[in-house]
């Protein structure tokens, strides 16, 4: 098990430009969510998948954000016409329908976008 | 869902014990109490979750208090690694994983 799978792990780009991107869960996870971390600040959840239906979505996931987990597997999160204020540590987590106990997901390392 | 309230931040040396208190007056019946580390650059980490009075792990304990307006987490001999921010959250029995994590506590560890 090699835990929760993030790429990239670092990406700059210019305002305006599209990105994507990518993570694998832990195999026998069933669910998947999206957070953003600003600087100083704690996650605020995004969005959540369960296998390959999207459940829940934030009113922070702007019309440009868009995310798909077409196979109930690996998960793609894209922000089209990057904005500066885009910025920030994108976490995946996942976790297991039966988990031990609520509260209880496993995030992956996170994919830090630059916006210039 | 409650919200919790813990210090900004907090310093200690190594080998201390460190008990960080985070206070959810607001806690419903169904309600648990969840404790994540995060070290820079890297996603949250669960290090763990109680209901009431006392549980503990290889990493820390949770002490609960009968009223469970507030919760403390302990860190038996810390070391520098330890330095990272500790979040608290109060999360339903049937949280599907939306998780509402505040701005945590900065622990940072001195030699």
């Known amino acids: 098990d090699t835990g929760v799978s993030q790429n990239p792990r670092h990406k700059i780009t210019k305002r305006g430009q599209n990105v994507t991107f990518r993570c694998d869960p832990i195999?026998?996870?069933?669910?998947l969510y999206w957070y953003r971390q600003t600087l100083g600040q704690g996650p605020e959840f995004l969005t959540y998948?369960?296998?390959?239906?999207?459940?829940?979505k934030s009113r922070l996931l702007s019309d440009r954000f868009s995310a798909e987990r077409p196979k109930g597997s690996f998960s793609t999160l894209e922000i089209q016409r990057t904005e500066q204020g885009d910025s920030a540590m994108y976490l995946c987590?996942?976790?297991?329908?039966?988990?031990?106990?609520?509260?209880?997901?496993?995030f992956g390392e996170g994919s830090r976008l630059t916006v210039l | 869902l409650a919200k919790t309230t813990q210090p900004i931040s907090m310093d200690s040396y190594e080998g201390q014990e460190v008990n960080i208190t985070c206070s959810h007056n607001?806690?419903?019946?169904?309600?648990?109490i969840t404790w994540y580390q995060q070290f820079p650059s890297q996603g949250p980490r669960f290090i763990i979750q109680?209901?009431?009075t006392k549980v503990t792990n290889e990493v820390a304990s949770l002490f609960i208090p009968a009223d469970r307006k507030s919760s403390t987490l302990s860190l038996p001999r810390v070391s520098l690694s330890d330095t990272a921010v500790y979040y608290c959250?109060?999360?339903?029995?049937?949280?599907?994983?939306?998780?509402?994590f505040g701005q945590g506590t900065t622990l940072q560890v001195k030699p």
């Open positions: 959250l109060v999360v339903g029995s049937s949280n599907t994983g939306k998780l509402i």
């Open positions: 987590a996942s976790s297991a329908e039966d988990r031990p106990g609520p509260g209880e997901l496993f």
């Open positions: 998948f369960q296998n390959e239906a999207q459940l829940e």
């Open positions: 195999s026998e996870h069933n669910r």
């Open positions: 607001n806690i419903a019946t169904n309600d648990y």
């Open positions: 109680g209901y009431k």
